[in-house]
């Protein structure tokens, strides 16, 4: 299993991000998948999850109404919209394969930076 995160960087307050994450090695399209982050001197927090095919989304609060995260199961790809961004939104982002209520594999992680 192979899950590997890219499109962070540093972003003013209010911009956007487009994060994604490429998975390998498992079938993709039968998995719950997460975004989780970790913001500095922080614990882990969860973002945001996506069903199967896309059709149940659900989001922290921190994060609704301006994150969206979406999926191309035949790209095995998973992505995180990011919008109106701001300086609390500045963690280490990863994406995360689902299993039960928790997950079992994530990647490597994205740093975004929210600072003017």
């Known amino acids: 299993v192979q899950l590997v995160e890219s499109g962070g960087g540093l972003v003013q307050p209010g911009g956007s991000l487009r994060l994604s994450c490429a998975a390998s090695?498992?079938?993709?399209?039968?998995?719950?998948m997460y975004w989780v982050r970790q913001a500095p001197g922080k614990g882990l927090e969860w973002v945001s999850s996506i069903n199967q095919d896309g059709g149940g989304r659900y989001y922290a609060d921190s994060a609704k109404g301006r994150f969206t995260i979406s999926r191309d199961n035949a790209k095995n790809t998973l992505y995180l919209q990011m919008n109106s961004l701001k300086p609390e939104d500045t963690a280490l982002y990863y994406c995360?394969?689902?299993?039960?209520?928790?997950?079992?594999?994530w990647g490597q992680g994205t740093q975004v930076t929210v600072s003017s």
């Open positions: 090695g498992f079938t993709f399209s039968i998995y719950w």
């Open positions: 995360a394969r689902a299993i039960g209520v928790g997950y079992d594999y």
